[in-house]
């Protein structure tokens, strides 16, 4: 699933995110950043995620610009 980071405090680890296909809101899992690339989030970055078995989003990545589904640039620009 892919969604947005809504809040994240790095104190705490808490934090929440929106998923881009409802706009349903999700706790971030207390394990969301293990083995992850990411230490910190910023709010409004987009995320590739699981949910798990108690509805929270984990396993946090960065995905390429075609996981996220967003168009090529039209032809004849760079991105």
């Known amino acids: 699933m892919q969604g947005v980071i809504k809040a994240y405090d790095p104190a705490t680890g808490e934090g929440s995110l ?3 296909s409802d706009r349903t ?3 971030l899992a ?3 950043l293990a083995g992850s690339i990411f230490r ?3 709010q409004g970055q ?3 995620f699981d949910v798990d078995s108690a ?3 984990t396993r946090l990545r960065l995905g390429s610009e075609i996981d996220m589904g967003t168009p ?3 032809p ?3 991105s």
């Open 18 to 20: 929106v998923r881009e």
């Open 25 to 27: 809101e999700l706790d």
């Open 30 to 32: 207390p394990d969301a």
């Open 40 to 42: 910190m989030l910023r």
């Open 46 to 48: 987009r995320v590739i």
């Open 55 to 57: 509805g929270k989003a």
């Open 72 to 74: 090529p640039p039209p």
């Open 76 to 78: 004849g620009e760079e």
